[in-house]
């Protein structure tokens, strides 16, 4: 008698069809696992509109996703809906990137590359057995040059 009773909510978005955020991305071939999608989601690297999401929230076209995977956060609007993950040409019709982050990628790209390398400045690396015990003798005979 009460289920007769209860009428459905009424949200706005519900003429359009939604798949589950974790299931989007793996379909969408922007994690290769929905269980590394649903661990992102868990730590607040994915946005859908601005706000935090859970892993079951539903994507709907026309949502804005933000993703912190790397350094310059990845903005894509959701094209389409799949909840299967297919060849890599028709994943990439289910999104599109914004202009300001395909700026953004490139710009870190450009100074990943004209940063100079860590490596080359460290001028010698570990001490060998020859160099630790030169440094150790030159320790033990090393006195201040005060006169007593």
Do not use: H
């Given at each position: ?18 798949v ?83 700026a953004?990628?490139?710009a ?35 006195v ?5």
């Amino acid at each position: 008698m009460l289920a007769e009773n209860r009428q459905p909510m009424a949200t706005p978005s519900t003429s359009l069809p939604g798949v589950r955020l974790d299931k989007w991305l793996w379909a969408a071939r922007l994690f290769k696992t929905r269980s590394l999608a649903v661990e992102a989601i868990g730590k607040g690297r994915v946005a859908v509109n601005g706000q935090p999401a859970k892993a079951s929230r539903e994507v709907r076209p026309g949502d804005r996703l933000e993703l912190r995977l790397g350094a310059p956060a990845r903005c894509v609007e959701v094209r389409g809906v799949a909840s299967v993950r297919g060849p890599a040409p028709v994943a990439q019709l289910l999104y599109a990137e914004t202009a300001e982050s395909v700026a953004a990628r490139e710009a870190a790209l450009v100074a990943r590359r004209l940063s100079p390398e860590p490596a080359a400045t460290i001028e010698s690396g570990r001490p060998t057995k020859r160099d630790r015990r030169q440094l150790a003798d030159w320790d033990r005979w090393s006195v201040s040059s005060d006169p007593d």
